[in-house]
Structure formats: structure tokens, C-alpha cells
């Protein structure tokens, strides 16, 4: 158990996209918003290591945000 507790993954969730200069980016402070091009009732896409491995839907639990998968991604094994 202890070999398991030494691999690193990153994972990542993607919820939309949105184009700016990064001028514009620099200039953002905290508490800023990004217009994202996707609506409430799309999926988040849920990366491991850069790789596409299942969608899910953003859910809010308490004062947390989270990730419900809905769906795994099967692809090539190799």
C-alpha cells in the first residue's frame, strides 16, 4: 500500500473555455470572473495526467463545488 501512496496524478477539470489577451489577464485581481463558453447544464470534462477519462456535473455541496462523474471515457489502453 505504501508503493500506492507515492504515485503522483494530476487531475484536472475543465469547464469551459474563454480567450483573452493576456494583458487583460494581468490586470484581473481577486474575485475577478472569466465569461466561460459553456452554460450550467454542460458537462465538466475530467482530465488524469493531461488525458480525457470521464465527464461529469458540477454539484455543490454545502459550501464546496464538486464534481458527480456521469460518465467514464474508455479509449485506447497503450
Request: neutral net charge; proline residues 3%.
Amino acid at each position: 500500500m505504501k508503493s500506492i501512496e507515492k504515485v503522483k496524478v494530476e487531475i484536472s477539470v475543465v469547464l469551459g473555455k474563454a480567450a483573452m489577451p493576456i494583458h487583460q489577464l494581468l490586470k484581473m485581481g481577486r474575485g475577478a470572473v472569466i465569461e466561460l463558453d459553456a452554460s450550467v447544464d454542460d458537462y465538466a470534462w475530467i482530465y488524469v495526467n493531461k488525458k480525457l477519462v470521464a465527464r461529469g456535473e458540477v454539484v455543490i455541496v454545502g459550501e464546496n463545488v464538486a464534481v458527480s462523474v456521469t460518465e467514464v471515457i474508455r479509449g485506447d489502453p497503450s
